[in-house]
């Protein structure tokens, strides 16, 4: 359910976001919120990240749908108990139908948060996927350390001089 959830909550707060964005300005507007460092800026984005790859719609729509697709999959395989997993995979999946929606209704994704510390905007549904990425790294940083602890101390001795005094 946590997976479920998380993929509407995101969708859902991505697409009001974007929609107050085209509502409010034109593309190409821009509102400085705190000067130099954030503006809302109002960009069509016809590529992936960055602007890469413009026009190549139907890769990002194919990418897209087997993101969702695999994030559906691993919702039934991921232990109800690994909630920091399930909560990311949510957010990517949540993240990824916000710009598939975008592609499919709007033709290019709609991106607006613009921090002055570089050239790029983005949006919403992206943050989600970036910090459920840095997420899953965090857990499998802190599952691989507490597992390799435990495994240390339960792991028996494997001094040679042992081993062969049990061989003989």
Do not use: C
Not at 62 to 80: C, D, E, M, S
Not at 145 to 157: A, D, M, V, Y
């Amino acid at each position: 359910m946590l997976v479920w959830l998380t993929i509407i909550g995101v969708w859902m707060i991505d697409r009001v976001l974007k929609i107050i964005i085209q509502t409010n300005f034109v593309p190409g507007e821009t509102l400085i919120v705190i000067p130099k460092v954030f503006h809302l800026t109002f960009v069509l984005n016809p590529g992936a990240a960055f602007g890469l790859m413009a026009g190549r719609t139907w890769i990002f729509v194919l990418t897209a749908v087997i993101v969702v697709g695999g994030v559906i999959y691993a919702q039934f395989r991921i232990p109800r108990s690994e909630k920091f997993t399930r909560l990311a995979i949510g957010m990517i999946g949540g993240g990824a139908l916000g710009n598939l929606y975008d592609r499919l209704v709007i033709g290019s994704v709609v991106d607006y948060l613009d921090f002055q510390i570089w050239a790029y905007v983005f949006n919403f549904a992206d943050s989600m996927i970036v910090v459920a990425v840095g997420l899953l790294m965090f857990v499998i940083y802190w599952e691989e350390k507490f597992q390799g602890e435990t495994e240390n101390k339960i792991e028996p001795s494997t001094d040679r001089s042992e081993l062969d005094h049990e061989v003989k």
